[in-house]
């Protein structure tokens, strides 16, 4: 039982796809039956949700010796939806405009956990991935820093962040980002050709699609220093994790 636990989520820009595994761990399960009374204790349930404007997007949780996941599209769903009420109907994007992102991290298990959160951001065109638009014209804010540590090794697509300290169950973390927002600078990137008295304008983002990507992972606090290490790859104490 001394091992460590790991849970992991991903979030889409428009989809919550959930990669649930455990990194090293075990499962262990008391059952005890009788004539008289059955009596079952499951040891170390762990769990975790993200959470969208105060709302469960997608969640997934380690009960009775099985994983069960949840999404805001139903039952049988293994994909939340994200973003859906950032726009009114008949509303189009405006660039510059900051709209509300509320994304926070809930422990949905009944054990202690820490938590790290990764943020991709990045650009496609036609479900293809395109590396020469710049990811920082896709502006998640980011907040709570007191709460929130970040890596000093991120890169400009992937921003990771890890939660100081340790987040109870059934307890439910600061927000780590409270608004989006897309750069106006993306109109200002054209291509500007003139055929005769024609002059045509093509911008570098046309057609293209924003996509911010969210990780989740959790790991128990039995040993927390050793598992953070080997789940996560960096030393919770020089980062003041713990």
Not at 50 to 62: A, F, K, P, T
Not at 133 to 147: Q, R
Request: proline fraction near 2%; include cysteine; charge should be negative.
């Amino acid at each position: 039982m001394g091992k460590k636990k790991g849970i992991y989520l991903l979030l889409a820009a428009a989809m919550l796809l959930l990669l649930g595994s455990t990194v090293g761990s075990t499962r262990a399960a008391l059952t005890y039956y009788s004539e008289n009374y059955v009596a079952e204790i499951t040891v170390s349930q762990i769990g975790v949700s993200l959470l969208e404007n105060g709302e469960v997007v997608s969640c997934r949780d380690y009960q009775k010796n099985e994983w069960q996941m949840t999404t805001n599209q139903g039952e049988g769903s293994v994909s939340g939806a994200l973003l859906l009420d950032m726009l009114e109907p008949e509303e189009k994007l405006a660039l510059n405009k900051e709209y509300e992102e509320v994304l926070s991290v809930r422990n949905s298990g009944s054990i202690d956990e820490y938590v790290r959160v990764r943020i991709y951001r990045y650009w496609t065109k036609d479900d293809r991935k395109l590396t020469t638009l710049s990811p920082d014209l896709i502006d998640l804010n980011l907040v709570n820093e007191g709460a929130w540590v970040k890596n000093p090794d991120e890169t400009a697509e992937c921003v990771e962040l890890f939660y100081r300290g340790i987040l109870p169950a059934g307890q439910e973390t600061e927000c780590f980002a409270d608004t989006i927002r897309i750069d106006g600078q993306v109109a200002s990137e054209a291509k500007v050709e003139q055929n005769g008295n024609t002059i045509t304008t093509t911008y570098k983002y046309d057609g293209v699609e924003f996509h911010v990507d969210v990780e989740v992972d959790a790991v128990q606090t039995h040993n927390a220093e050793d598992a953070i290490r080997s789940a996560w790859g960096v030393e919770a104490s020089s980062l003041g994790i713990l």
